[in-house]
T-cell receptor, first 114, second 117 residues
Framework: DAKTTQPPSMDCAEGRAANLPCNHS???????VYWYRQIHSQGPQYIIHGLKNNETNEMASLIITEDRKSSTLILPHATLRDTAVYYC???????????????FGSGTRLQVQP | GAVVSQHPSWVICKSGTSVKIECRSL??????MFWYRQFPKQSLMLMAT?????????EQGVEKDKFLINHASLTLSTLTVTSAHPEDSSFYIC?????????????FGQGTRLTVV
């Protein structure tokens, strides 16, 4: 799986958009970008994933650059409950998810300020 | 979405005793489950891969005789920490993605905080 680089921490004001960057310059053509988050003392929660097109769901938007070497997770209106560690993970093929575990890096600790 | 449930959420045990943690997939069948461990202020580290009906695969440095894994059915995997010591105190998390589920994401239990005194 390609290595990812994320800033260790970020702050965001409540109600504003939180933009979390992730660099994955060694990503391969068949690797997806996944985002998970972990609220304190809970298990990780799936947020969103994508291959090359931008994606949006009820939780967030994922913007992947054209060269796929970086991506940004956007929480459009951050709330205090979005305070968590956010993990960007790159791995091959969705079908492989059942056979190999996810590898977690250090992630970005997002603190939403009131 | 699919739900993975862990039990107990937290447990305190005496040094030298054994503790069993259960991981259940509530609405799907999981042929493979994964067990992670997370120490304070650190990321999740994979301990082992639990395969239904066969032996678990352990990561390097994880003692298989200390961390017993049983995956006897498609909805249940158990992790038993044997002869627990204070250094085993950690946050244990399981994960699963069933072969029959249409989604492409892995689901995680809520975690079990083990404290060995």
């Amino acid at each position: 799986d390609a290595k990812t680089t994320q800033p260790p921490s970020m702050d965001c004001a409540e109600g504003r958009a939180a933009n979390l960057p992730c660099n994955h310059s060694t990503i391969s053509g068949n690797e997806y970008v996944y985002w998970y988050r972990q609220i304190h003392s809970q298990g990780p929660q799936y947020i969103i994933h994508g291959l090359k097109n931008n994606e949006t769901n009820e939780m967030a938007s994922l913007i992947i650059t054209e060269d796929r070497k970086s991506s940004t997770l956007i929480l459009p209106h951050a709330t205090l409950r979005d305070t968590a560690v956010y993990y960007c993970i790159v791995r091959v093929g969705a079908a492989d998810m059942g056979r190999r575990a996810l590898t977690f890096g250090s992630g970005t600790r997002l603190q939403v300020q009131p | 979405g699919a739900v993975v449930s862990q039990h107990p959420s937290w447990v305190i045990c005496k040094s030298g005793t054994s503790v069993k943690i259960e991981c259940r997939s509530l609405d799907f069948q999981a042929t493979t489950m994964f067990w992670y461990r997370q120490f304070p202020k650190q990321s999740l580290m994979l301990m082992a891969t639990s395969n239904e009906g066969s032996k678990a695969t352990y990561e390097q440095g994880v003692e298989k005789d200390k961390f017993l894994i049983n995956h006897a059915s498609l909805t249940l995997s158990t992790l038993t920490v044997t002869s627990a010591h204070p250094e085993d105190s950690s946050f244990y998390i399981c994960s699963a993605r069933g072969g029959a589920v249409g989604g492409t994401e892995a689901f995680f239990g809520q975690g079990t905080r083990l404290t060995v005194v």
